[in-house]
C-alpha cells in the first residue's frame, strides 16, 4: 500500500525587513489564513499560519486546490513579495492541525529544498522571475514540466499593475463573472476585458488548471 501522500507548502516575505509597516502586513496575512483554513479546511491536513519571522507553512492532502491557496496568499499580500517551496512525499512525524510547525518529514524537506533554491537563484540573479518552485525529492520529468510551467506563469504576472490584479483577483478566486467584475470596479465590461486581457489573465488562468488538473491525475494514479 502506497504512504500517504502530503503536499507541503512553506512561504517566506521577500526582503520583509524593509517592509514600512510589517505589523499590518503581518495582520492581512493573519487573516489570509484565516479565511484559507475555513474555505479549505476539507483538505488542509495541518493549518496554514506563521511559523517563524516572516516565514509561514501549512499542509494539503491533495492538490485540487494548492495553487489557489499559494495564489491567493500570495496576490492578498501583493506588492509584497513571496517565495513558495512545494514539496510531496510523506510527513514522518504526527501531524496535528492546528500547528504546522510540529510535522516533519520528506515532503517538508522538499519544500525547504525548494524555496532555498528560489532565494539561490535571486541571490545568483537567475531565474528571477520564479517565485514557486515544487519538488518530489527525485528526478522527474513531469515535475520539471510543472516548475516550467510555474515559470512561465511568473513572467506573466510579474509586470501586471495594482489595477490588473485588482481585476485577476475578482475573476480567479470570486469567480466572478466579466459583467459582474467590471461593475464591482466601476468600468465597463469591455474596460474589464481588455484589462484581464493584458494582463493575460486567460493564458494564466489556463496553465494554472493544466498544472492543477496534471497533479490530480499523478495522485490518482499512485
Given amino acids: 500500500m502506497a504512504e500517504n501522500e502530503y503536499y507541503a507548502v512553506i512561504g ?5 525587513r524593509k517592509i514600512n509597516d510589517r505589523q ?3 495582520q492581512q496575512l493573519l487573516d489570509t489564513f484565516n479565511a484559507v483554513n475555513q474555505q479549505f479546511s476539507d483538505q488542509i491536513a495541518a ?3 506563521i511559523t517563524l519571522g516572516d516565514e509561514f507553512q501549512g499542509v494539503l492532502t491533495a492538490p485540487d486546490h494548492l495553487f ?3 495564489d491567493r496568499i500570495r496576490l ?7 517565495r513558495i517551496g512545494i ?9 496535528n492541525q492546528m ?4 510535522a516533519d518529514g520528506p515532503a517538508y524537506y522538499q519544500a525547504r529544498a525548494m524555496i532555498d533554491e528560489v532565494r539561490k537563484n535571486e541571490n545568483a540573479r537567475e531565474n528571477l522571475s520564479q517565485t514557486i518552485k515544487i519538488s518530489t525529492g527525485e528526478p522527474n520529468p513531469l515535475i520539471d514540466l510543472i516548475n516550467s510551467n510555474l515559470g512561465l506563469a511568473s513572467l506573466i504576472e510579474r509586470n501586471w499593475t495594482d489595477k490588473q490584479i485588482e481585476a ?3 475573476m480567479y478566486f470570486a469567480d466572478s463573472m466579466q459583467k459582474d467584475a467590471a461593475k464591482s470596479l466601476g468600468i465597463t465590461v469591455s474596460g474589464m476585458h481588455y484589462r484581464l486581457k493584458n494582463a493575460y489573465y486567460f493564458d494564466f488562468k489556463a496553465s494554472r488548471e493544466l498544472v492543477t488538473q496534471t497533479l490530480i491525475e499523478r495522485s490518482r494514479q499512485r
Fill in 12 to 16: 517566506d516575505l521577500v526582503a520583509s
Fill in 24 to 26: 499590518a502586513v503581518q
Fill in 47 to 49: 493549518r496554514f499560519a
Fill in 68 to 70: 489557489e491557496i499559494v
Fill in 76 to 82: 492578498n499580500l501583493h506588492p509584497v513579495q513571496i
Fill in 87 to 95: 514539496g510531496i512525499g510523506a510527513i514522518s512525524t504526527e501531524i
Fill in 99 to 102: 500547528e504546522s510547525f510540529t
Fill in 168 to 170: 485577476v483577483c475578482l
